[in-house]
């Protein structure tokens, strides 16, 4: 983006009277500004070096760093690396912490050590940048911020910010070889603006996502949205928009966690968490191991990065959301979802459906409509779509077989009385035992 940075754009446009141009004679030429937020991980690191690049090789007169960051991911090489190329870059490299509200911690504050001009914008922080991780910064500059922070009039007091600046364009103005132009608006008040062009560089659009998902909240809610939804995904019939989801998330979480400083023993107390919610899910009832995956998820939560503290609204969205999803949300939906009334079901052995998923030995078949969980104990198993017909009921899982290859047909089962021999029973009853051979002469008990 190519443009020209006036200081009061909340001003009427005020009507030319007199122009003075400051630096005149001076090449215009344009300051590159690039956008810098968020923990300096290996896109936002290659981002920088590459803006460094491409003013060097384009003639800037100036690169200007608007920073918002609080610490620094990469290794101590790879940072320091940055910060020597800063040094080196034949166009001054510049760093402003703004807008308001912004803060230069960490590590990341060793920039301003080697800037060649810094600014802070009036309600910002800078500072707890630590020990140096390269020699040949301006250790005058980071002495006073090692192990503490402080707010624009203390770092122009301090001599850490050299340049004015409650804007961007306050500090672009005052920066040496810009050319800027004095003008009188129509009340009489003057300002200064750049006649220098301004170009404004930020991520990509790929770039932004990958350095999103790399920042600890979003890493953190990504896995845990991630994990749920294919654990909700393995208790439904089939694969759908849920495993998808969840599968992206979980790709995308593993991708912040592999660049953030991410402990493993949390994420194997996060393994287990899940685990254990999954076992109740199971069941349909939340009990003892439900209790475990609440205590095992709460310590993950809290511990789960090295150096970084999550807030208490991420902290309170995770744990909370998870309770309501697998206290409450599944063992509800697996219920509803494989269940029907619990009395009058007899009429269900021996009817005939067909497999959603195959049956080896466990799978969901459907029977009139309605999906059920099923299970099979023969030796062969049942491929998806095939026909079944149901052997029996434990609870809320039917016992089934293939159409073909049963050993006789299980809806005369219950209520049969001999009728000569070849004949076969046709009143339908409770299943209370075998069907007694014709001319027996006796008829099944209940």
Known sequence: ?????????????????????????????????????????????????????????????GLILQTDSTGVVVDDATFAALLVKMRASKVPVDVWVGPSGSSLTGTAAQLVGAAQQVGVAPGSRLGDAGEPVVGGLDTARL??????TVNAQEAADLGISTVDAPTVGDFLINL???????????????????????????LSLVSNLMHTVASPAVAYLLLTVGVALIIFELFTAGVGVAGVVGAGSFILAGYGLWVLPTRWWALALFALAMFAFAVDVQTGVPRVWT??????????????????????????????????????GMPSMVRTRFSTPTIGREWMIGELGRAVTAVAPD?????????????????????????????????????????????????????????GEGSEATEEGTDDGPSTPSGAGTEPTG
């Open 176 to 202: 040496p070889g810009v050319t800027t132009v004095e003008r009188t608006a129509e009340n009489g008040e003057t300002r200064r603006e750049p006649l220098t062009q301004v170009r404004f560089g930020q």
């Open 291 to 328: 209790g475990i995956g609440v205590v095992a998820f709460a310590v993950c939560s809290f511990t789960l990065y090295d150096g970084f503290s999550l807030s208490w609204i991420t902290l309170l969205v995770g744990i909370v959301g998870v309770m309501l999803a697998f206290i409450g």
């Open 363 to 419: 799978g969901v078949v459907q029977i009139r409509d309605a999906l059920w969980r099923a299970t099979t104990n023969r030796a062969t198993p049942i491929e998806e779509l095939d026909r079944v017909r149901v052997v029996s009921i434990d609870g809320l899982v039917l016992e089934v077989e293939p159409e073909s290859g049963g050993a006789r047909d299980y809806r005369d089962r219950s209520g049969r009385r001999g009728r």
């Open 143 to 148: 002495a006073p911020i090692t192990d503490r």
């Open 1 to 61: 983006m190519v443009g020209v940075l006036g200081l009061s754009a909340d001003r009427p446009v005020a009507a030319e009277t007199s122009t003075t141009v400051i630096n005149e004679g001076g090449p215009a030429g344009f300051v590159a500004i690039a956008k810098v937020s968020g923990l300096f991980d290996p896109v936002l690191t290659d981002f920088v070096s590459t803006s460094i690049d491409e003013a060097n090789a384009e003639g800037a007169v």
